[in-house]
């Protein structure tokens, strides 16, 4: 089956962005989200996408005109989904939010549709059952600023049929994607099993005091050769999602640290806007953050 009509679930930071992509490479899509302000977002956030592909990709003012031109933006999921070849669902991080979305699309998607999850920290498998078609289903999960850093990790869970992995491994390389197959699966795939220990022994580190953020990112970016630290790096993954994952996790396990890490990141960031670089202030200011300051290294 060849994909031609691609509806994606969730217009946040990522899923704009895997519309925009999808769409600049020759796809139909079509972006669903709860209500009509949601919509609203989704168009300025994603047209705010036009001038990186012109600048990093070297596109013209017509082939990223005509990207957009290509989506069409639907706060009624029947509608969105009426014709999709693949489902890509980039929802927020909360188990009972995609248990309920994929309830509600396994009742009005064709019989057709295959369902992608963009889960960076959930695991396919535990919303195989909800969508009613777990034959349809895995996960199919992407970077950050997705048309430089083009990965595309493909992960089945046990009850995927395997002819379905190899469609959606042959579309990741359609829309630009190096495509990724994992075999089994594994919170956090290959990027965030390297990239989430990574972020959290950061936070730790500012959340028992040890250091300040400026000293935690200099400290990586001198010794590695890293172009950003860990709090730049949470920046462009926005702090809205640390927060969810650190939550989980204190919320799971009780621990302390994350308590306190859940509660300075809502307190101190999410609760004065300071979101990340896509609402212009997160742990740095943009767009002159303090880290791309030439001094900044010495």
């Known amino acids: 089956m060849n994909f031609i009509n691609v509806t994606v679930a969730g217009s946040g930071v990522l899923g704009s962005q895997i519309a925009y992509q999808t769409a600049f490479k020759g796809f139909n899509v079509s972006v669903y989200d709860i209500n009509d302000q949601a919509i609203d977002k989704a168009k300025e956030r994603i047209s705010k996408l036009k001038p990186n592909y012109q600048k990093d990709l070297g596109a013209s003012v017509e082939e990223v005109n005509a990207a957009f031109d290509r989506i069409s933006f639907y706060s009624d999921l ?3 989904v009426a014709d999709a070849d693949l489902v890509i669902e980039a929802v927020p991080e909360v188990v009972a939010i995609k248990t309920e979305f994929y309830q509600n699309l396994g009742k009005v998607a064709p019989e057709k549709t295959i369902f992608a999850t963009n889960s960076s920290t959930l ?9 009613g078609r777990p034959e349809k289903f895995l ?8 048309w430089r850093n083009n990965t595309a990790e493909i992960m089945n869970h046990p009850g995927t049929d395997m002819k379905v992995f190899d469609q959606v ?69 926005g702090v809205t999602t640390a927060y969810n994952i650190t939550n989980a996790k204190a919320q799971a396990s009780g621990d302390e640290n994350f308590k306190k890490l859940a509660e300075l990141l809502k307190n101190e960031y999410i609760d004065k806007g300071k979101l990340g670089r896509e609402t212009g202030e997160g742990f740095y200011k943009y767009p002159n953050p303090s880290f791309l300051n030439p001094d900044f290294l010495k």
């Open 78 to 80: 029947s509608q969105a």
């Open 123 to 131: 695991l396919p498998s535990q919303f195989a059952e909800a969508t």
């Open 139 to 146: 996960a199919l999960h992407f970077a950050n600023e997705i």
């Open 169 to 237: 491994v042959e579309f990741a390389k359609a829309i630009g994607m190096v495509a990724l197959p994992l075999h089994k699966e594994q919170p956090g795939y290959i990027l965030n099993s390297l990239l989430v220990p990574f972020l959290e022994a950061a936070q730790m580190l500012l959340v028992k005091e040890v250091a300040d953020v400026e000293t935690i990112d200099k400290t990586w970016m001198v010794a590695t050769g890293a172009p950003l630290g860990p709090f730049a790096i949470l920046d462009v993954v």
